[in-house]
């Protein structure tokens, strides 16, 4: 077993000691008390029918119902002991929800037996509203008095009966022996081992594939490291119950008995919640062993956390002490994400040149050609890519694939794109697709609290584009005390055929009701960012705008980014969604981003 990196289990500490905080992950469902994983329907008179809400981390939450299919619906029905799934729905109103959007883009196969054991992204990852909650009927039971069965449900101590048998030992009949290295030696130079027996139920452990595999024995031994000696008793309890309290002193242990023992979901849960300590070390040395760490173990979901924060705090670390040094697959990894936050694709290949460059030595030119072309030249201004040939500190060495590169950004920049199309160029490669390029080109910035720079008087009349109830376009004089107003002029695409057709943006962060109605909107929640066009463009341009926001938290490290929903992206302290990465008393800096792409 791999010993966790011990900077990380410093820093961890510190995190959860500081917030007070413990989690409880409770995986069996049927409880008085609401626990992890709990799913509910409510705002229906029908019990079999209702907005789909489920419990984290201490409060209910609603699943947005993007990609909600009836996959997703059977889970739930059948995790709330319904017979199955007789419809989703979408759109329909049960009242008003509170609290946050805790799943969303959430993928089931329709044989899961909770809904938090299918695919998502991370908990309160969501650019939804509330009006966006899914839900679902059920298949309700027929009760009649002959010809029927029906279903009694005594489940709700099970677990608990279960953790007595555990705690009781009674009839047990499977011995598991965990070794620890004690660090001394013995006489014949062999490493002394310390023991922990634990006397467990055959017909209970034998549910999980690791224990299954010794199904003819009656005992078994594992080796494991000596931190976590002391939660080995916690562990296999769980193994009964489904159900455990994380600290800060077992979440590290536990996680690293799930990944060895196979326990998939414990695993993924306790994970997640490494995403607090990842803003913790501006020196990328925790976040690199992290990744390495969760690569080793299998964990997706923190493997994705990482190289998540690692993507979106991309330009902090290329000025760490780790970049040097940054493993190659990682740096790959990273080249392939259109989340990757940078000033410009040119800012992008200079940066790796540099890398390149002085790990020359440990990199076969086939390695360096590899990443190379994870570079989207057709992203590199036009006039950046007239200086390659002289300002490259690596064309000569790769003079091929530098100018067929740099070929395939011309034609981007001189054909519309229905010949792109024409020469095979399909739409679904992602050279043609902007990352989040923050350069004063394709970006804007608001702090809050700080005096507005923008062009824009305070006194200026500003026409934002709505109609009354007359049909009149509407304005109005912004308020001395308002959030501040900032524009952004972009070119309606990054292509040089555009280069001339030239748009302006409006950038908002509205912090009222009264400042959104009078803009002619209604904002649910706020903190509410609005991007809006101030001028329109022709749609036949085939322009597609997919722009973003980004949170910075405290100057210091980006810890969210989100879509926009029509000209209006919600930010996360209105509690209905959780941020990515936490950001202290949620002092953040706004940037958005434009993004415009060929459809």
Known sequence: MDVFPQNLLVAFI?????????????ILQRNSEPSEGNVRLSGSESPSEGRVEIYHD???????????????????????????????V??????????????????????????????????????????????????SRNVTISGSTNSLDHS???????????DRGTACDFLITFQTPSGNKKDD????????????????????????????ANNITVTVSKPCQSYFTSFIRYLYTRKTDITYSSAMCLHQLA??????????????????????????????????????SKDLVLEENCVQYMAW?????????????????????????????????????????????????????????????????????????????????????????YRDSVLKAYQFNVLLYSNLTQLKLAKENDDYKPRIYTGETWSITIV???????????????????RDSYGRYGGYYPSPTESPNKQLSTPLHSSLLFKNNMITWEANVLKTQNECSRRGLRCESFPAARLALRNQYQSTSGVLFRNRLLLTCQNRYVCQIQGFKGDLAYVSTNDTQVLAYPCPDDKYTYTFVVRPEYV
């Open 448 to 466: 809050p609290g700080a005096k507005s720079s923008s062009s824009q008087s305070q006194n200026q009349y500003i026409n934002y584009g709505y």
């Open 156 to 166: 709700i101590g099970l677990s608990g009966d279960l953790g007595q048998i555990f």
């Open 189 to 216: 130079g062999t490493e002394e081992m310390i023991e922990t027996t634990i006397c467990a139920h055959k017909a209970i452990i034998m549910l999980y594939p690791y224990f299954s595999a010794s199904a003819g």
């Open 90 to 139: 979408i759109g329909k109103d049960y009242g008003t929800a509170s609290g946050p959007i805790w799943l969303d883009e959430i993928a089931c196969t329709g044989k899961e037996k909770q809904l938090v054991s299918c695919q998502f992204s991370g908990w309160g990852k969501t650019d939804c509203t509330h009006k966006e909650d899914a839900g679902v009927v059920c298949e």
């Open 58 to 88: 201490g409060k209910w939450g609603t699943v947005c119902d993007d990609n909600w299919d009836i996959a997703e619906a059977q889970v739930v029905c059948r995790q709330l002991n319904f017979p199955g799934a007789k419809s989703v």
């Open 259 to 296: 990944s060895d023992f196979g326990i998939k979901q414990l695993m993924e849960d306790i994970g997640r919640l490494f995403s607090n300590v990842l803003p913790d070390d501006a020196s990328f040395h925790s976040q690199v062993s992290l990744y390495k760490y969760a690569v080793e």
């Open 14 to 26: 510190l995190s959860l000691y500081v917030s007070g905080r413990a989690y409880r992950l409770d």
């Open 313 to 401: 705090n991309f330009q902090n670390l290329t000025g760490s002490p780790v970049w040097a040094d940054l493993p190659v697959e990682l740096l790959r990894r990273l080249l392939t994400r259109s989340d990757l936050v940078v000033a410009d694709e040119y800012f992008l290949l200079q940066t790796l040149e540099g890398w390149i460059t002085n790990n020359g030595g440990s990199l076969s030119s086939e390695n360096q050609a590899d990443l190379l072309r994870l570079i989207r030249f057709p992203m590199i201004p036009a006039e950046k890519l007239y200086e390659l040939e002289t300002k490259s500190l690596l064309f000569s060495a790769h003079r091929d694939l």
